[in-house]
């Protein structure tokens, strides 16, 4: 199993740019979910998904969308980029929940300029 | 979502015990609590989690006070791979929303 696979690693925008950041897993997770870090604090959630077709808002969702037509696949899409959204991005899912063992990928470090 | 308070650092020697402290006094009772650690550059991965009684794993140790105020991370022989900052997160357990802190720098010297 690859696991919870993210591309880019590394992309540098500039202001008004958009751009979707991928996220996929091989396990069969139903709960699948977005994180951003900002430079030495912890992660927000952005958006999660407990299954193909249902999403919803996290602590920080404002500037982000996200769709769930697969259980496999979760991108993550920047409509028009903006500094603030400078960030290293984190995906994760979990076989059901949030409760359950969640598993993240390696992270893509997003600049905006 | 309860509220957590961590220490923001702590340093210990390679292969001695470290207690990694958590304080969760707004806890509810269905609450889990769950910690997570992340090594530098890399995602969070999970450590360990429980309700009540104290938990083991390959990993570490928790030890959950009687009153589910506060717990205890415990890393039996601290390696210089732990070297990490340590989440401690209550969780309702049908809640979805998972929110880390700002954690604590765990320091591991040679």
């Known amino acids: 199993n690859a696991g919870v696979t993210q591309t880019p690693k590394f992309q540098v925008l500039k202001t008004g740019q958009s751009m979707t950041l991928q996220c996929a897993q091989d396990?069969?997770?139903?709960?699948m979910s977005w994180y951003r870090q900002d430079p030495g604090m912890g992660l927000r959630l952005i958006h999660y998904?407990?299954?193909?077709?249902?999403?919803d808002q996290g602590e920080v969702p404002n500037g982000y969308n996200v769709s769930r037509s697969t259980t496999e696949d979760f991108p993550l899409r920047l409509l028009s980029a903006a500094p603030s959204q400078t960030s290293v991005y984190f995906c994760?899912?979990?076989?059901?929940?949030?409760?359950?063992?969640?598993?993240f990928g390696p992270g893509t470090r997003l600049t905006v300029l | 979502d309860a509220k957590t308070t961590q220490p923001n650092s702590m340093e210990s020697n390679e292969e001695e015990p470290v207690h990694l402290p958590c304080n969760h006094s707004?806890?509810?009772?269905?609450?889990?609590i769950h910690w997570y650690r992340q090594l530098p550059s890399q995602g969070p991965e999970y450590v360990i989690h429980?309700?009540?009684s104290n938990v083991n794993n390959r990993m570490a140790s928790l030890a959950i006070a009687e009153d589910r105020k506060s717990s205890t991370l415990i890393l039996h022989r601290a390696t210089l791979r732990d070297a990490a900052v340590y989440y401690c997160?209550?969780?309702?357990?049908?809640?979805?929303?998972?929110?880390f802190g700002a954690g604590t720098r765990l320091t591991v010297k040679p």
């Open positions: 997160i209550p969780l309702e357990g049908n809640n979805n929303d998972m929110r």
């Open positions: 707004t806890i509810s009772g269905t609450d889990y």
């Open positions: 998904s407990v299954g193909a077709g249902i999403t």
């Open positions: 396990m069969n997770h139903e709960y």
């Open positions: 994760a899912s979990s076989r059901e929940g949030v409760g359950d063992t969640q598993y």
């Open positions: 429980g309700l009540t």
